[in-house]
């Protein structure tokens, strides 16, 4: 067997921490806690992930590649093998130290910060609580677990000195739908219930509306409906995007359609042959289709941040609200 270096050796080497029927946890050893995006198409320079793989399990999934990197191919290590990675608070507050104020953060980019295994390591909590100590970032929580609203006492702190935004992810309303594309993740209403628990926090919550996907979620009554019911929710920001299907989500994602779905797959095939992304008139309809429903409820997109030369000592609630 080929020798494994770098993540993949220390992958193989993650002792195990607990091994339920279905998952199995490692730890993992970790250099560095925030690694730096180099894709300027995404508004944020900093990444947080504390747990390689996911146990929600989506079937449109696109971070499954990343257990690839540990030599970990098959489609279900990526929610069955989860790395939970190793923390250490001073390596962490050196790294944070360093970071110039203003820089944004994203925490949740790759795999879920409040999957199942946050309930039993508490690893994103034990982050949270020390951007707490920060000042001055911008700072995004992406989830689809209603496990985030346990901390309000922290993100409450850290919106005393930093501009937050909790993003959750709701992508239809239909709670079979739901369970059949992200089957292990909370069910819509109890993610509805996070965002009516935060925002009644005086928190900033956004909803994405993601993935999009043809045929299955996109039309104007289910877009429409999650953003009505994220408004009423006290949602203020709505964000929504089309299905991005790499190879590895393809390989998870087409057999899904062909045992629930089946007479979509062949579109879909069409579709997605030529590449990740889909193009022409139909992303532009999904556009004016979310500007329109936007509207409707009065949610903002969700865009570039205030400056931050604004804001670095005043609690966000008296500067944008
Ligand atoms: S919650 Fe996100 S990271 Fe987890 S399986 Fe679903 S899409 Fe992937």
């Not at 935060?198 to 999009?212: H, K």
């Not at 579109?267 to 042959?273: A, D, G, K, L």
Request: positive net charge.
């Amino acid at each position: 067997m080929a020798q494994l270096v770098g993540i993949a050796r220390l992958a193989a080497e993650s002792p195990s921490l607990e091994a339920k029927r279905r998952t199995e946890y490692f730890e993992l050893a970790t250099r560095k806690y925030l690694s730096r995006c180099t894709s300027p198409r995404m508004p944020f320079r900093w990444m947080i992930n504390p747990y390689r793989g996911c146990e929600f399990g989506c079937k449109y999934c696109y971070a499954r590649y990343t257990h690839e990197f540990m030599e970990l191919r098959e489609s279900e290590d990526f929610e069955k093998k989860i790395f939970v990675k190793h923390f250490e608070a001073a390596a962490f507050r050196a790294e944070l130290h360093a970071l110039p104020r203003g820089e944004t953060i994203a925490i949740g980019t790759a795999t879920d910060p409040y999957q199942p295994a946050e309930r039993k390591f508490r690893l994103t909590r034990s982050i949270l609580e020390l951007l707490a100590q920060s000042a001055g970032y911008h700072i995004g929580l992406v989830t689809k677990s209603d496990l985030v609203s346990r901390d309000i006492d922290i993100f409450q702190e850290i919106s005393r000195r930093n501009y937050l935004t909790l993003v959750i992810t709701i992508t239809t309303l239909d709670s079979e739908l739901a369970r059949l594309l992200e089957p292990l993740a909370p069910r819509p209403d109890l993610r509805l219930g996070a965002v009516r628990k935060l925002s009644a926090a005086g928190l900033r919550v956004a909803v994405n509306l993601a993935p999009i996907l043809p045929l299955l979620n996109d039309s104007e009554p289910s877009l429409d409906a999650v953003a009505k019911a994220s408004a009423r929710a006290g949602a203020v920001q709505l964000s929504g995007n089309v299905v991005y299907l790499e190879e590895c989500a393809r390989k998870v994602f087409f057999p899904f359609l062909r045992d629930y779905f089946p007479s979509y797959l062949r579109r879909y095939q069409e579709r997605f042959e030529r590449g990740a992304y889909l193009r022409g008139a139909y992303p532009e309809t999904i556009r004016e289709r979310l500007d329109r429903i936007r509207r409707r409820y009065g949610l903002q997109e969700r865009k570039a941040e205030p400056d931050p030369e604004l804001w670095p000592q005043e609690p966000q609630m008296t500067l944008f609200s």
